[in-house]
């Protein structure tokens, strides 16, 4: 039998809401969503130590998450006490997404602990499993978890696996935070859009996809406004999940790299590439 690796190190992409329609609300406030998920080539990095001493330490703080708040350390914990495993793990990252930013960052950071550690500490769980524990930590978990591109109903957790055009994106941060609760609950937000197969969704094509956050964003955030009426002048430019990151889809990386080297300094701007596997997969070989 092989030994046990000791360490292991796997990305945790973003992902892009392609789109984005808000058909209704629950009785927990919760909202109904109906959203194209594509994962993108832009990742942090984690990597996992075994510890025998069954403690859960992430070596790399992050500014503003207190160590026990943060998703990465509550997955590890989730995933332990489900099992009853004695082992534990060190946690370092390298984190380049932006917290709060649309791009799921939090949620795919928990998602690799799950898969990572599941694999680490050899617990044998399944994808389903894993998606089932990762969406008591956020409604983006499960997504990550099964690692490819899909169509997501309810509060984005039932999800049917989907094949998207995979172009390059300008994905742009305007440098300033949107707070997700405050969107959701904002009387003024669109939240009757009629609901349409995944089929009609996928027909729609760039053009027609929208983000039912973006009136309200834009209204609330006049420079996440700002940046998507500059870019939206090389191509339909949308928001992801709430913002504040935004994004448009070239045919080349370097009509994509041009139009990133023109934003606006005070903005970060980067080139990604869409897919429809993530590199978390990838990575193991799945
Ligand atoms: C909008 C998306 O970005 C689409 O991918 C995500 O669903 C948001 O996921 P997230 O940032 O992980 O958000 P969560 O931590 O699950 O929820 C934050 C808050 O947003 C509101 N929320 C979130 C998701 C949802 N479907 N309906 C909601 O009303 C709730 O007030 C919740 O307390
Ligand atoms: N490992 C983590 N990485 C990022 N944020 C974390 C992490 N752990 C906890 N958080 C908290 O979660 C919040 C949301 O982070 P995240 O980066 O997932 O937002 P997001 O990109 O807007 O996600 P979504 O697209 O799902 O709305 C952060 O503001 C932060 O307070």
Redesign the pocket.
Known sequence: MPATPRTLTLPAPA?L?RM?HIVGRRQD???E?Q?L?QIIDLCDSLSFTLRQDGVIQLTTPMDGVAHDDNLMVRAAKLLQQHSGTPLGASITIDKHLPMGG?L?G??SNAATVLVGLNQLWQLGYSPTTLAALGLTL???VPVFVRGHSAWAEG??EQLTQATLDTPWFVVIHPGVSVS??AI??DPELTRDSLPITMARALQGGVVEWRNDCEAIVRKRYPPIAEALDWLAQYAPSRLT??GACLFAAFDSQKSAQIVAERANQRWQAWVARGLNTSPLQDALGC
């Open positions: 992902k809401n984005l406030g919760y909202h969503l959203t998920f649309g799921g939090g949620s956020g409604a983006d509060v984005g997700t609760p959701f609950q999940g709430t």
